[in-house]
């Protein structure tokens, strides 16, 4: 049956600027927001965007973002003819086949699964963005403007256009340069890494690109330049919602303390749901001496304690005399009586044990940071973690 | 060994003490503790014992049970064989146009199910029973026991009117006591029993000969009269049905203790339901939250103590919320008091609105309603 588009998400990046929380998991699956994990935006984006058939590429770790995924149907993924395929490395007869080695080489070695569909046009995603986009409307602009390729752009400042991929613009509005992380920006188009691609074109391009030993095979760096660089046209196309990279885990943090805004971003928007597949738990309980102050707080969670401005994972538990403030606990983590947790992201499963001191307000000086837990460890009873400190295994402290 | 029990469950009681709670639904449906129905309490504990061939008796006001149940698959009862089947009345006669008058007309009603039910041994259960039964636990004894039928009891005391099953030396069933309240002899029944499914169908048969309707009083009593072997098997964890509004409310406020969550949602005997994909629970800067039991996608500004917040509730700043159980999609507006009341779904309270029930008596706000 021929699409008229079908979606490749790229996850099987380690996000090693993670560090700890994605020792065990690849980054699209790391939590995120209370209820979700990352990747459940561009599986949602997709699915309310109308389109029914998504490879996930997985590489590093996929064990947990396997069964998470599962047969879609938690973002109604399961459809007859398409749905949601798991699509890690594999080898062929002979030589063929090996470990993807970069983002234009995962869909290469891929387009056998692509070629099943017969699409007119393929939407590539990353696994480890924030957003509400409607694919629909980009595919839109790609077909009015008979583009090879659309790229979703973002409007930034021009200081923050330094660590972007730009996109500069000829005077028909098409894209006639792009540059990587430019010193002197000429324009302040940021490539979100979203694109629309005219299948027949990429599939062209894909091949000549593996056959170029000099290619490191990636998006960004390599198809891009070389369609361009054929005269072929590339359309911007201008987002202006809710985008965040979350890369680091700075950018974990601060994108989960604006899931606190809704005027940032509206989750509670039944016309364009995020959905998860979540544990089934009891509603949260807040107990009799328990204080919530401006958090997000989801089912499972017990809270005795005091949680401001924070957000909180299914099972939760917070105890009597325990204070959470600015942080992020993941899925059962647990933090104990007259523990403090400020500043900090407490990875799935971590014990916070009695009256240990995890994070500490920004007093200014340039090594603050959010302090992180890893999953699955525990923090001894009265251990103190400094602001920045990432912990691994528990042992360190 | 659990390949050969099939399970029962009846949700077609309706009954009247609810009063608007049942309006448009039976008591197996009602909604319960935040996100779940009552139903859901014999459908987990027969998932958990890995029973997932089940017939559902319903028969007036199902709409929202089948909504709610669907192809059971949050049940893991959605089977290309076997699996969760609705069972409307299609056994009754046509001139049959009031409800059940009990539980063994109920059964007779869906005979020619039960007939062709292939397991040796069917459980019946209550379909608003709050109670998170071991099932397996409950075969294991009854298996051991070498009993025609086991009946699942509790050594509690339950609220409102039950039945009292008095064992003998033998430890079997000998006699029983009918529609007691408070402490009494022996166990009380939840109303759940093991029984080989061809005694059982030779008792509903004994009863449509006769004319007999009810479950207690007639099929056991001929079965124990007949010499049957009943053993008993005790539930030891929370346990009520809800048959009256008053009960309800009491039975949910008591999910409010830790101890009785701790008996009705252990880890390990997960109480499933059908999920709504929902975001998390918003506090708001002025949010004051006490003992309350708070579901996901609400957006609480306002105060709550002692209350029970279904998914999708908006609790406005200002609002004080005591003793409350408010139930799906429902807003309170500013300043609005609530006071021992039981909002139904999609209700909505304006601002200044003031409401008090009593423990005894709360308020029900039926479904939708504006005040």
Redesign the interface.
């Known amino acids: 049956m021929k699409k008229s588009c079908i979606a490749m998400l790229l996850a099987g990046g380690q996000g090693s600027r993670l560090y700890a929380l994605t020792q065990n998991v690849a980054k699209p699956s790391v939590p995120f ?3 979700y994990r990352i990747i459940d935006f561009p599986l949602s984006n997709c699915a309310n965007s109308g389109i029914d058939t998504v490879g996930v590429l997985t590489q590093y770790r996929p064990l947990q973002l396997n069964s998470y995924i599962g047969t879609g149907q ?1 973002w109604d993924l399961d459809v007859t003819d398409g749905g949601v395929y798991i699509l890690p490395p594999y080898l062929g007869p002979g030589e063929q086949g090996s470990w993807f080695t970069g983002t234009a080489n995962a869909i290469y070695q891929n387009m056998a699964f692509i070629e099943s569909f017969d699409p007119e046009n393929v939407l590539i995603l990353s696994g480890d963005h924030i957003y509400k986009m409607d694919y629909a409307k980009m595919l839109q602009e790609h077909l009015e403007h008979d583009a090879a390729c659309t790229i979703a752009v973002l409007q930034v400042s021009m200081e923050e256009a330094t660590r972007f991929g730009i996109l500069n613009l000829g005077e028909d509005g098409f894209v006639n340069q792009f540059e990587e992380k430019p010193a002197h920006p000429k324009s302040d188009l940021a490539s979100m890494g979203i694109y629309i691609f005219n299948w027949p074109k990429l599939r062209k391009y894909l091949i000549e690109d593996e056959n170029d030993p000099e290619s490191s095979k990636d998006f960004g760096k390599n198809i891009i330049p070389k369609m361009l660089g054929a005269g072929e046209k590339l359309w911007p196309y201008r987002f202006d919602g809710y985008w965040r990279d979350v890369g680091t885990i700075t950018s974990l943090w601060d994108a989960n303390m604006d ?2 805004s ?1 005027t940032l971003i509206n ?2 928007d039944p016309a364009w ?4 597949r ?22 499972g969670c ?1 809270i005795d304690g005091h949680v401001e401005n924070s ?2 994972a299914p099972s939760v538990r917070v105890a009597e005399g325990a204070r959470v403030v600015y942080s992020v606990l993941m899925p059962g983590a647990v933090v104990e009586k007259g523990a403090v947790v400020e500043y900090a992201i407490i990875g799935e499963n971590t014990v916070v044990e009695a009256n240990a001191h995890i994070g500490a307000a920004p007093d200014g000086s340039a090594d603050w940071g959010v302090a992180t837990c890893g999953p699955d460890i525990r923090i001894r009873s009265g251990a103190q973690v400094p602001a920045a400190a990432m912990v691994y295994t528990g042992e360190e402290v | 060994m659990m390949r050969n029990y099939h399970g029962i469950i009846f949700a077609y009681h309706s009954h009247p003490e609810l009063r608007e709670l049942a309006a448009a639904r039976t008591a197996a449906s009602l909604p319960f ?3 779940y129905r009552l139903i859901d309490f014999p459908l987990s504990s027969l998932r958990n014992a890995g029973i997932l061939n089940v017939g559902v008796i319903m028969q007036r006001d199902y709409q929202s049970l089948l909504d709610h149940i669907s192809s059971g698959k ?1 049940w893991d009862m959605s089977r290309k064989s076997g699996g969760l089947r609705m069972l409307p009345p299609f056994g009754l006669p046509e001139y049959h146009t009031g409800d059940y008058n009990g539980t063994v007309e109920a059964l007779n009603a869906v005979s020619t199910y039960i007939q062709s039910i292939e397991e040796d041994w069917v459980i019946l259960l209550l379909g608003n029973l709050c109670a998170n039964i071991d099932l397996q636990a409950a075969i294991r004894q009854h298996e051991r026991s070498g009993a025609e039928a086991t009946a699942i009891c509790t050594d509690h005391t339950p609220v409102g009117e039950h039945h009292r099953l008095i064992p003998g030396q033998d430890g079997l069933v000998e006699r029983l006591s009918l529609y007691r309240e408070g402490d009494g002899e022996g166990y009380a029944s939840l109303e759940g029993y093991i029984f080989r499914k061809d005694k059982l169908l030779e008792i509903m048969d004994r009863c449509r000969s006769e004319n007999l309707f009810l479950f207690h009083r007639n099929a056991l009593n001929l079965f124990l009269a007949d010499g049957g072997r009943m053993a008993i098997y005790v539930h030891s964890g929370y346990a009520n049905a809800i048959k009256t509004a008053e009960q309800y409310y009491q039975v949910s406020m008591d ?2 203790l ?1 101890e009785n ?1 701790r008996q009705i ?1 252990p880890p390990d005997r ?4 059908k ?1 709504h ?9 002025e ?11 609400c ?1 609480l500004e306002g105060e709550v103590e002692n209350c ?3 998914s999708g509730t908006r609790i406005e700043a200002g609002a004080k919320l005591r003793n409350c159980i408010i139930m799906r999609g429902c807003t309170v507006g500013r300043g609005a008091e609530l006071d021992c009341v039981i909002a139904d779904k999609y209700s909505d309270f304006a601002s200044g609105v003031r409401l008090t029930g009593n423990p005894k008596l709360p308020v029900v706000v039926p479904k939708g309603s504006k005040i």
Not at chain 1, 273 to 276: D, K, Q, R, W
Not at chain 2, 270 to 273: N, S
Not at chain 2, 277 to 285: D, L, N, W
Request: net charge negative; glycine share 6%.
């Open positions: 927001g209370g209820k938690p899931m606190l809704t989750l509670y749901p995020i959905n998860s979540s544990p089934v738990c009891p509603p949260h309980y807040v107990g009799e001496k328990a204080e919530v102050i401006h958090s997000i707080v989801t089912e017990e957000v909180l | 503790c935040g996100r949050a999910m409010l830790p969550r949602f997960p109480v499933r339901t999920t994909e929902e975001v998390s629970t918003y506090y708001g800067e949010a004051v939250a006490r003992n309350s039991l708070i579901a996901d996608n957006i029970i917040l279904f």
